[in-house]
């Protein structure tokens, strides 16, 4: 038995070392680091801070070089230039969806959906969701208003705590879920709905799960997925329990759709469907809206949430920079009219600080993987079709000639010598090219009236010394989560 298992393990590095040759050899991959037979490159990697590992290794190998995660080539892409001339440049080529093995395991969200599809499906999906959204008013005045007004419900739901230490993590969640709620199912919920604060709650419960290292190691040995227990398996039932939710709210909205008056993102693409019932290749179809809603309804809440969180944060942790934004709301709104998206041209610092917290954070450090859509000369390198690309966006949002100092929180990296914003390329927070963020406008536009919303009313209080408040993540791997904590909102 001893000698079966040493005689599979030399034929197995033969086999794997026989592919390394061929590729390298060959010069179509980037170089990397040795693999080991089926463990490929994991112990090079720190699956509790997979974008340092990745740093560290692009100091030896490049801004492009090939990491196998478990048997399974990846090219990695450090820095600005590589990023952008990928992602960008070169858009089309990269911009495919990579390998998942968490999602496509259980949600087989690389068959439909509007995150983790391709081809077809992806580009159909993604324009009609790009278009409908906008036709609710996405970027639009009709949708500032919508934020405005929840702006203002999570104001009073924060004067509620009476000044009492309090931890924001759900109610930060409700705000923007809220949002898209009013474009998906149109209508809002109260904060003390109890299926409402159950979504929420079992989305940050994701977040976590997602980000832990325990998943970075399932996307890298997929077979864990199916034979060993985990966290992975509450990540499962989460999304089965949010798939449940969706599929009751469609049912609600075909019982009383009217295709003359749409009333939300469901009855559209249920318009669509029926547009469209006897196209054999239509991807408007019920498992293709259910992952769609699922996707649209995550993202546009988590991420948004997170980084308000994160954000928070942040602000007890530099007391002086809250300070500046509050005197900079005072001077240009006042406190007799809710701030609007117009008076952020006219409010540089605040506008610094909300690009510096979505720097700072990092929030998908790695970016969701990409794939290559056809074989791809690049660099000199061969890059077959399928291949899963993983674009490091820390490397840009943390590049120090472009961020003096870029560990350090400073609002002063978007702000020139005279005070004015100052854009940067490098800030990628929502990824580029084409597979960008579907909500970005509308993340831009929550997150700049929610801050300036509660710093217009609240006085951020913490509970302890700012200096010995921690901003260090306690997860780093699919998203950036911040750690728990309270504070007083003190009414000003």
């Known amino acids: 038995m001893d000698l079966a298992v040493v005689l599979v393990l030399c034929l197995s590095s033969l086999l794997l070392f026989s592919l390394w040759k061929q590729s390298y050899g060959k010069g179509k991959l980037p170089p990397g680091p040795t693999p080991l037979p089926i463990i490929g490159n994991s112990l090079q990697l720190n699956f ?17 070089f090939t990491l196998y995660l478990g048997m399974k080539p990846t090219v990695v892409l450090h820095g600005y230039e590589a990023v952008k001339e990928a992602l960008i440049d070169q858009g089309e080529e990269f911009s495919g969806r990579g390998s998942f093995p968490v999602s496509e395991k259980f949600l087989f969200f690389c068959l439909t959906g509007v995150v983790f599809s391709n081809g077809k499906m992806w580009k159909e999906t993604r324009r009609f969701s790009l278009m409908t959204l906008r036709n609710f008013g996405m970027g639009k005045r009709s949708i500032e208003d919508r934020v405005q007004e929840e ?26 879920c809220n949002v898209i709620c009013s474009i998906i199912f149109q209508n809002r919920f109260d904060y003390t709905d109890q299926d409402f604060l159950n979504l929420i709650g079992k989305l940050n419960e994701n977040i976590q799960i997602l980000s832990s290292p325990w998943v970075q190691v399932c996307n890298s040995f997929p077979l864990f997925i199916d034979y060993l227990p985990g966290s992975h398996n509450k990540l499962f039932n989460n999304i089965a329990y949010s798939k449940s939710y969706i599929l009751e709210k469609m049912k609600e909205h075909q019982e009383t759709l009217d295709i003359n008056n749409p009333r939300d993102f469901i009855d559209c693409f249920l318009i669509k469907m029926e547009q469209e019932k006897d196209n054999q290749e239509s991807v408007f179809t019920i498992e293709n809206l259910i992952i769609t809603i699922s996707d649209v309804f995550s993202a546009g809440t988590e991420t948004t949430s997170t980084t308000l969180r994160y954000g928070l944060l942040l602000l007890l942790k530099h007391p002086e920079v809250t300070a500046k934004v509050r005197e900079e709301i005072d001077r240009v709104v006042g406190r007799h009219r809710s701030p609007c998206m117009q008076d952020r041209s006219s409010m540089p610092y605040t506008d610094a600080v909300v690009h510096e917290i979505q720097r700072y954070i990092d929030l998908i450090p790695t970016n969701l993987p990409h794939a290559a859509t056809q074989d791809i000369k690049f660099r000199n390198y061969l890059i077959p079709k399928g291949m899963t690309i993983l674009t490091s966006l820390t490397s840009v949002l943390h590049d120090n000639k472009e961020f003096p100092n870029p560990e350090t929180f400073d609002p002063a990296h978007f702000l020139d010598e005279s005070g004015n914003f100052k854009k940067s390329d490098y800030f990628m927070a929502f990824s580029a090219g084409k597979r960008i963020c579907l909500g970005e406008g509308l993340a831009r536009m929550e997150l700049f009236l929610f801050f300036t919303a509660i710093l217009q009313n609240f006085t951020l209080k913490p509970l302890v010394d700012p200096k010995d408040i921690d901003t260090n993540p306690v997860e780093k791997g699919f998203a950036s989560v911040p750690p728990k904590y309270q504070l007083c909102f003190i009414p000003v």
């Open 151 to 176: 702006a203002c419900c999570l104001v009073e739901e924060l004067r509620k705590t009476k000044a009492s230490p309090y931890d924001p993590t759900f109610i930060l969640g409700c705000a923007p």
């Open 48 to 64: 509790k801070n997979i974008s340092k590992s990745l740093h560290d290794l692009s100091k030896t190998y490049g801004p492009v």
